[in-house]
């Protein structure tokens, strides 16, 4: 196979088979393969997803469902992004699938998380995964388990059973710990993902913020639209206008000093940068707990949102995952249906400019609350 590349935004695939937080239902996979096929004629490649996705009985729904989407790519397909038709193999190969492996306490050996992976291949009806991953360390409760976590990874590399590795839910210390240890074995870290989020506000790391708006390259309306080398080390992470913590900022900076890409997942806030919500109109299910304690200190963010959006000729969302594509990232909003895909696609092909990024910068920080933290990440 050649280099791994992959388009500026994938996709995320998290609500694929999760009833409790997303409200899956089996009725809607005709929906969610109309989803998949709109995204890959349209140049989208990149999916990410998780041994764990999907709840209950319905656990490793979502690769599941990614693997027969694939397989049943129709036999010639026109891609919408170069107005050329490609044989069914060729758009196969062409798609990068990103799953996490969970660190389960009865996964303590590399052998265990190579079955793991070879599991995850099955699900997937593929011989080989584009970029697998760790899908958090067990560093804050079980650390004589993290060096069996990242032999694994090994094992899987060199085995042919993934084309790259990466980690997911690493704090700093953690990433650059495990970013030397691969590269003394010889294997390219190629993700990582994490979710880091404070509810304080920001105003010491302003200065910051803004070096790394400077140093930001907005780039051009082609760059926005083609593929991305992987090649490169890459590191996953929540990273968004919700999400400017010092941990973020920190692992921006190593990363940017590693020479390891960004992926940032959850660049919409589980929807609470959408503009869809308010404290008076919640979504369904445990989110509006969520929602009812961060949107109303939400207003000054929202507010600079809508007048670029309108200014642009464009929604909130697709604004909010421009201000990641501009910060250098690949963001992977989560998809669901066709109408998303439409709305998210719409992020590409155009920049914001280095005054709107510092505009919701500001708004940001005027913004009092934050996501809160996932219980999986490395505070370190």
Known sequence: MGPLSASPMGFGTWAWGNQFLWGYQESMDSQLQQTFNLAVENGINLFDTADSYGTGRLN?????????????????????????????????????????????????????FVNACRASLARLQIEQIGIGQLHWSTA????????????GLVAM????????????????????????????????????????????KCEEYLNIIIEISDMASCGTESEATSHQSLDEDIAKVQFSLLSMGENQLEIKNICDSLGIRLISYSPLGLGMLTGKYTPSKLPRGPRALLFRQILPGLKPLLRSLKEIAERRGKTIPQVAINWCICKGTIPIPGVKSVKQVEENLGALGWRLSSDELLELEYAALESPQRMIQNIFQTRC
């Open 60 to 112: 490793g729904k979502s690769e599941k469902l990614l693997g027969k989407f694939i397989s049943e790519i129709p036999g010639k397909l026109r891609l919408v992004a170069v107005g050329m038709q490609f044989g069914q193999k060729q758009v196969q190969n062409n798609i990068v699938i990103a799953t996490k492996f969970a660190a389960y306490p009865w996964r303590l050996t590399p052998g265990q």
């Open 140 to 151: 804050n409760y079980a650390p004589p388990q993290e060096l069996a976590l990242w032999n």
């Open 157 to 200: 590399y060199e085995k042919g059973l993934v084309r790259a590795v990466g980690v997911s839910n690493y704090g700093p210390n953690q990433l650059v710990k495990i970013h030397d240890y691969l590269t003394a074995r010889g294997v390219p870290l190629c993700s990582a993902q994490l979710k880091v989020g404070t509810k304080e």
